[in-house]
T-cell receptor
Framework: AQSVTQLGSHVSVSEGALVLLRCNYS??????LFWYVQYPNQGLQLLLK??????LVKGINGFEAEFKKSETSFHLTKPSAHMSDAAEYFC????????????FGSGTRLLVRP | DGGITQSPKYLFRKEGQNVTLSCEQN?????MYWYRQDPGQGLRLIYY???????QKGDIAEGYSVSREKKESFPLTVTSAQKNPTAFYLC???????????????FGEGSRLTVL
């Protein structure tokens, strides 16, 4: 079964600084990969997804992620953090079978300091 | 607007009571899912359904039950057998295509269940 590891349960950055949230997956076959964002007491919203097209994926709100097969990584970045980026971010990988299931990481809470 | 509606948003339950969480979607999606979210543990899959009148257990199905009588609806019942039901419950749906779906999920706003 697939698994996803997100390094760092909390990440704190200053407003305007680079955001880097780390995600590693376990798979011998390149899967579909996703980043979701969750604001307090709300559901999850898709930020971006990798589906074996371009390895650099651009998403909403200025976020992007790069798929690196050699490192089995899919880290999320944003050049300049904004206060509104404060939220919890989840990396997810899809099972490479017919179950259509997503496997989620444990999440990283992003704190943005003024 | 198309989307997923979960109700109620907040629910309190006494120990020993069953409760049912509602999930309705008007996205015409084939697949629907229930996840449980606990602090620091991410999302864990309870049940999922790929088609009407069919559903499968996820990773933590014990103490829960579901039905899928209509494409639009996928209610979750938290039974008294669930030992620690206090959590945030999220319903989601996805469009499936071919043998392997894209996996992209669309989420509802969630239901927070508290056992008193």
């Amino acid at each position: 079964a697939q698994s996803v590891t997100q390094l760092g349960s909390h990440v704190s950055v200053s407003e305007g600084a680079l955001v880097l949230l780390r995600c590693n997956y376990s798979s011998s076959v390149p899967p579909y990969l996703f980043w979701y964002v969750q604001y307090p007491n709300q559901g999850l919203q898709l930020l971006l997804k990798y589906t074996s097209a371009a390895t650099l994926v651009k998403g909403i709100n200025g976020f992007e992620a790069e798929f690196k097969k050699s490192e089995t990584s899919f880290h999320l970045t944003k050049p300049s953090a904004h206060m509104s980026d404060a939220a919890e971010y989840f990396c997810a990988v899809s099972e490479v079978d017919s179950s259509y299931k997503l496997i989620f990481g444990s999440g990283t809470r992003l704190l943005v300091r003024p | 607007d198309g989307g997923i509606t979960q109700s109620p948003k907040y629910l309190f339950r006494k120990e020993g009571q069953n409760v049912t969480l509602s999930c309705e979607q008007n996205l015409n999606h084939d697949a629907m899912y229930w996840y449980r979210q606990d602090p620091g543990q991410g999302l864990r899959l309870i049940y999922y359904s790929q088609i009407v009148n069919d559903f499968q257990k996820g990773d933590i199905a014990e103490g829960y039950s579901v039905s899928r009588e209509k494409k639009e609806s996928f209610p979750l019942t938290v039974t008294s057998a669930q030992k620690n039901p206090t959590a945030f419950y999220l319903c989601a749906s996805s469009r499936t295509s071919g043998r392997i779906g894209t996996g992209e999920l669309f989420f509802g706003e969630g239901s927070r269940l508290t056992v008193l």
